[in-house]
């Protein structure tokens, strides 16, 4: 049984687990590679056309019955975006995108075009970071960046049981 007082932040993790915002934006680094995400659940049978673009309607990758297609991809993408054809049959339409420059920062969109599914992500991309100490923080930061798995962890044993 839910008891009231516990369903604001039900509402508030179902729709986080289940909005396209709470996974909209990825970051990483300039040179290495990063996955940008498209899944879409569909029947295995079905033969898909994917568009992928950038926010200049430059062709990232399109993908055709179900195969990845570089004839109009954009010299600036050629030879840098992969995508997955062994995991189209599962609906996942995500690209690797190797060896980040900075100008690849922006807005890319995934279109499947025979169900009109489209996925916008937002990519930034960073100058190298610092090396970094390996002394442990002090004054108890040590655990912030796993705070929010934390916290969902404990909503999640808070409402199930």
């Keep these: 049984m839910i008891h009231l007082s516990r369903f604001p932040l039900m509402l508030l993790l179902v729709f986080c687990l289940n909005s396209e915002s709470c996974?909209?934006?990825?970051?990483?680094?300039?040179?290495?590679?990063?996955?940008?995400?498209?899944?879409?659940e569909s029947p295995a049978e079905e033969e898909f056309n994917v568009y992928w673009r950038d926010e200049d309607d430059l062709v990232v990758l399109d993908i055709k019955k179900n195969s990845p297609d570089t004839k109009y991809q954009d010299e600036k993408y050629q030879g840098r975006v992969f995508s997955f054809p062994e995991e189209?049959?599962?609906?996942?339409?995500?690209?690797?995108m190797t060896n980040?420059?900075?100008?690849?920062?922006?807005?890319?969109?995934?279109y499947v075009k025979t169900v009109s599914y489209r996925r916008i992500v937002d990519l930034t991309v960073s100058d190298r970071p610092a090396e970094r100490k390996t002394d442990p923080p002090?004054?108890?930061?040590a655990g912030l960046k796993e705070l929010p798995l934390v916290v969902l962890s404990a909503l999640c044993l808070l409402l199930c049981f």
Excluded: H, M, W
Excluded at 100 to 107: H, M, R, S, V
Excluded at 138 to 141: E, I, L, Q
């Design 23 to 40: 996974q909209g934006s990825v970051e990483s680094f300039v040179g290495r590679n990063i996955k940008l995400p498209c899944i879409y």
């Design 88 to 96: 189209y049959k599962k609906g996942n339409f995500s690209i690797l």
């Design 138 to 141: 002090s004054g108890g930061a």
């Design 100 to 110: 980040l420059q900075k100008n690849d920062t922006g807005t890319y969109e995934c």
